[in-house]
């Protein structure tokens, strides 16, 4: 099975722009968790789709929000972007039950100027 | 709060030896942990999992104990070869009906060799 794929891996944006991060699940996944990573907070939990709709919301500010659509992908933006957003942002899939092993994508990295 | 903390931030091991990672956690409501490898610019990776109602599983050259009394949870690498030098994340997820993890600060695991 093909694992998580997250597009694009790298992304470079001005302060005041918004962006969109993509995530394939693995194949039969239906449950996508966002986090994100910076060196000073480590990993935090975003949020959590599962079958199109936000199970779990992490402790970040209204301008991150997310989607998942009826194929299981999910798609994260960011409003109004800031230097504090710059990080690793990380999805993840697992199976239908809460629960059960998460598996990472490689990330997409963003730099906020 | 809940938290998920390492109490050693570096690990130094000479190739051959055995390492022991450790972790502890706030939550005693939490059912499920899981440890992770995060190799430089790539997402964390799966190694090994454990629920709270056992104390010690095995993989491929790999033991996670878990000790509920002190809520403290351990990786041990045996015969620790240079490839396994990376930041180790241990998680728990705390129950209900979500995937929320909680992530630990990770341990930077050095192997000389």
């Known amino acids: 099975k093909a694992g998580v794929t997250q597009t694009p891996r790298y992304l470079i944006k001005t302060r005041g722009q918004q962006v969109t991060l993509s995530c394939s699940p693995i194949s039969g996944h239906r449950s996508v968790s966002w986090y994100q990573q910076t060196p000073g907070q480590g990993l935090q939990f975003l949020f959590e789709y599962f079958s199109e709709t936000q199970r779990n919301k992490g402790n970040f500010p209204g301008r991150f929000s997310g989607r998942q659509f009826s194929n299981s992908r999910s798609e994260m933006n960011v409003s109004t972007l800031e230097l504090g957003d710059s990080a690793l942002y990380l999805c993840a899939s697992s199976s239908y039950r809460a629960g059960e092993t998460q598996y990472f994508g490689p990330g997409t990295r963003l730099l906020v100027l | ?113």
């Open chain 2, 1 to 113: 709060g809940e938290s998920v903390g390492l109490h050693l931030p570096t690990l130094s091991v000479q190739e051959g030896d055995n390492s022991i990672i450790n972790c502890a956690y706030s939550n005693s409501a939490s059912d499920y942990f899981i440890w992770y490898k995060q190799e430089s610019g790539k997402g964390p990776q799966f190694i090994i999992d454990i629920r709270s109602n056992m104390d010690k599983r095995q993989g491929q050259r790999v033991t996670v104990l878990l000790n509920k009394t002190v809520k403290h949870l351990s990786l041990q690498i045996a015969a620790t070869q240079p490839g396994d030098s990376a930041v180790y994340f241990c998680a728990e997820n705390n129950g209900g009906a979500t995937n929320k993890l909680i992530f630990g600060t990770g341990t930077l695991l050095a192997v000389q060799p």
